[in-house]
Nanobody, 115 residues
Framework: QVQLAESGGGLVQAGGSLRLSCAAS????????MRWFRQPPGKDREFVAS???????NYADSVKGRFTISRDNAKNTIYLQMNSLKPEDTAVYYC?????????WGQGTQVTVSS
């Protein structure tokens, strides 16, 4: 019912920037919260950032001061601006939309940061 499509990943050198986008489609347009997760190679999926309907934001300690989550309600899109990227940021990044207590996951987009 709710479909999420991430984009904006790619290969970037350490210290560079990328902006990830997550466009939502489907019948459910309202949400409780939206989150970004990532899964580094060989590791468990981990929380990155969240944005609630009220506008509250939260970040993992590892990305505070470098990443910014935001939204464009008119476009039903959330963004993750990633600055000062580090090799340890290399991962598949997923957006997750929570609507009516149900989590909807995107397919993910690969981010690779070279040293």
């Amino acid at each position: 019912q709710v479909q999420l499509a991430e984009s904006g990943g790619g290969l970037v050198q350490a210290g560079g920037s990328l902006r990830l986008s997550c466009a939502a489609s489907g019948r459910a347009l309202n949400f409780s919260k939206m989150r970004w997760f990532r899964q580094p190679p060989g590791k468990d999926r981990e929380f990155v950032a969240s944005l609630t309907w009220s506008g509250a934001v939260n970040y993992a300690d590892s990305v505070k001061g470098r990443f910014t989550i935001s939204r464009d309600n008119a476009k039903n899109t959330i963004y993750l601006q990633m600055n000062s990227l580090k090799p340890e940021d290399t991962a598949v990044y997923y957006c997750v939309r929570t609507t009516s207590g149900i989590d909807y996951w995107g397919q993910g987009t690969q981010v690779t940061v070279s040293s």
